[in-house]
C-alpha cells in the first residue's frame, strides 16, 4: 500500500530528465526538467515534502539511479514498461506526460516493478550477453564467407562444416578456386573475422566457465547442470538472466520467457495461437536449444555423471526424473506426429519448470 506523502515519476532518458511530483495533502502538482546526474536528481527529489517515493521505467539507463535514490533511504520502484496502463485513446505522447502519468499510477500503487540484480549480478549478466553478441557476431561472419564461396559455385562436401577439416579445405581448396584479386581479398578479410571473433567467444567462454566455478551462482550452475541439454554455460546464462528465481512457480516461468500460447477468449469462443516471445529473449533460446537433447533415448553418459557428482543428491535424484519425464513427452509427441518444432516449443516451456524445481531446491 502506498504511504508516502509525495509520488514521484520520472521520465529518464540518456541527457535530460523529465520529472512530475504530486503531493498527496495538498493535490499540487510540481514539474522540472532535470540533468541525468544522480546527484542533481536526488537533491530535487529531497526538497519536496516527505516521505516521498520515486518510480521511473526500466530501460537502457540500467538500474544505477535507483542504487543512488535507495542508498539516499527514498523508496524508488523501477517500473516493467510492458505493465504499465496506458489510456487507449491518449494521442499525444510527451517525456512530461509520461512522467505525470508514472507519478499517478505510483500513488495508485499500480506499478509492477521488475528485480533488480546486485552490481555484481549484473556484471555477470554483461558477460553473459557480450558472449551472446559475440555468438551472433560469429554466425553472421560465417555466413558471410560461406556465402561468398557459394555466389562462386564453391560448395564443402565434407561433412560438418566448421570444424578443423572445413577450416583446412577453406584454406587450401576454396580459396585456390577463387581468380580474381578482389575477391581473394574479400575472403581473406571475411576469413580474418571468423577467426577473430571465434577467438574472442573462446576467451569469453573460459572467462564464463571460471566466474561459474567460484562465484555465488555456483551451487545453482551445479544444480541446473543435472538436466541434459544444459551446461555450465547455459547453466551460468540461465541463473544470472533470471535472478530471482523465488518469484515464480513452475507453472509461471514459461509465461515470463515467453513459451506459452497466446490467447484472445471471450465468451464461448477461446482462441490460441502462437506463443507470446515476451520476457527474455536469450534465455527462451536457451530453453529451446536445451530442448532439443531430450529427443535422443536417455542415457546417463559420463558427461552427466561428471556433472551430477557436483550436484547434491537431491538434485541429481530430481534432474534424472526431470530427463526422463522430458523424453517421455518427446516420444508421446513423436507417437501423434507433431510437427518437431512445436513438440519443442512445448518441452521447452516445462523444461523452464524443471530447472525453476531446482533453482529453488535447497541443499
Given at each position: 500500500m502506498f504511504t508516502e506523502r509525495t509520488s514521484v515519476g520520472l521520465d529518464v532518458h540518456a541527457r535530460s530528465v523529465a520529472a512530475a511530483a504530486i503531493d498527496g495533502v495538498t493535490g499540487e502538482l510540481v514539474q522540472a526538467k532535470l540533468t541525468p546526474s544522480h546527484e542533481h536528481i536526488r537533491s530535487w527529489v529531497q526538497a519536496l515534502p516527505g516521505p516521498v517515493a520515486v518510480t521511473y521505467e526500466a530501460g537502457p539507463t540500467g538500474f544505477d539511479l535507483y542504487r543512488a535514490l535507495t542508498g539516499a533511504g527514498i523508496r524508488c520502484e523501477v517500473a516493467a514498461p510492458s505493465k504499465l496502463q496506458k489510456p487507449s485513446g491518449e494521442r499525444v505522447k510527451t517525456d512530461a506526460k509520461d512522467a505525470i502519468h508514472l507519478a499517478r499510477l505510483l500513488r495508485l500503487d499500480d506499478i509492477t516493478a521488475v528485480a533488480i540484480p546486485s552490481v555484481d549480478q549484473e556484471a555477470a549478466r554483461d558477460l553473459v550477453r557480450a558472449r551472446e553478441d559475440c555468438r551472433g557476431d560469429l554466425m553472421r561472419a560465417r555466413h558471410r564467407l560461406s556465402k561468398l564461396l557459394l555466389r562462386h559455385g564453391i560448395v564443402y562436401y565434407g561433412g560438418q562444416a566448421w570444424t578443423g577439416?572445413?577450416?583446412?579445405?577453406?584454406?587450401?581448396?576454396?580459396?585456390?578456386?577463387?581468380?580474381?584479386?578482389?575477391?581473394?581479398?574479400?575472403?581473406?578479410?571475411?576469413?580474418?573475422?571468423?577467426?577473430?571473433?571465434?577467438?574472442?567467444?573462446?576467451?569469453?567462454?573460459?572467462?564464463?566457465?571460471?566466474?561459474?566455478?567460484?562465484?555465488?551462482?555456483?551451487?545453482?550452475?551445479?544444480?541446473?547442470?543435472?538436466?541434459?541439454?544444459?551446461?555450465?554455460?547455459?547453466?551460468?546464462?540461465?541463473?544470472?538472466?533470471?535472478?530471482?528465481?523465488?518469484?515464480?512457480?513452475?507453472?509461471?516461468?514459461?509465461?515470463?520467457?515467453g513459451l506459452v500460447p497466446s490467447e484472445h477468449s471471450s465468451g464461448s469462443s477461446r482462441v490460441q495461437g502462437p506463443i507470446t516471445k515476451a520476457g527474455n529473449t536469450h534465455v527462451r533460446r536457451l530453453l529451446v536449444e536445451a530442448a532439443w537433447h531430450h529427443r535422443a533415448r536417455y542415457t546417463v553418459g559420463k558427461t552427466m555423471r561428471d556433472r551430477w557428482e557436483l550436484a547434491p543428491a537431491a538434485a541429481r535424484a530430481r534432474g534424472d526424473e526431470g530427463n526422463r519425464r522430458l523424453h517421455h513427452r518427446w516420444v508421446k509427441f513423436i507417437d501423434r506426429r507433431k510437427k518437431n518444432t512445436i513438440a519443442n516449443v512445448a518441452i521447452a516451456r516445462e523444461l523452464a519448470g524443471w530447472c525453476w524445481s531446482l533453482a529453488v531446491l535447497e541443499e
Open positions: 577439416k572445413h577450416d583446412a579445405w577453406l584454406r587450401h581448396d576454396a580459396l585456390p578456386q577463387l581468380t580474381t584479386r578482389a575477391t581473394r581479398l574479400t575472403f581473406d578479410s571475411d576469413y580474418e573475422t571468423v577467426l577473430t571473433v571465434k577467438a574472442r567467444r573462446d576467451r569469453l567462454d573460459t572467462a564464463i566457465s571460471e566466474m561459474a566455478a567460484d562465484s555465488e551462482f555456483t551451487d545453482m550452475v551445479h544444480r541446473l547442470g543435472c538436466l541434459r541439454g544444459v551446461s555450465t554455460l547455459t547453466g551460468f546464462a540461465l541463473a544470472v538472466e533470471i535472478g530471482d528465481w523465488h518469484r515464480f512457480t513452475g507453472n509461471t516461468i514459461g509465461s515470463f520467457v
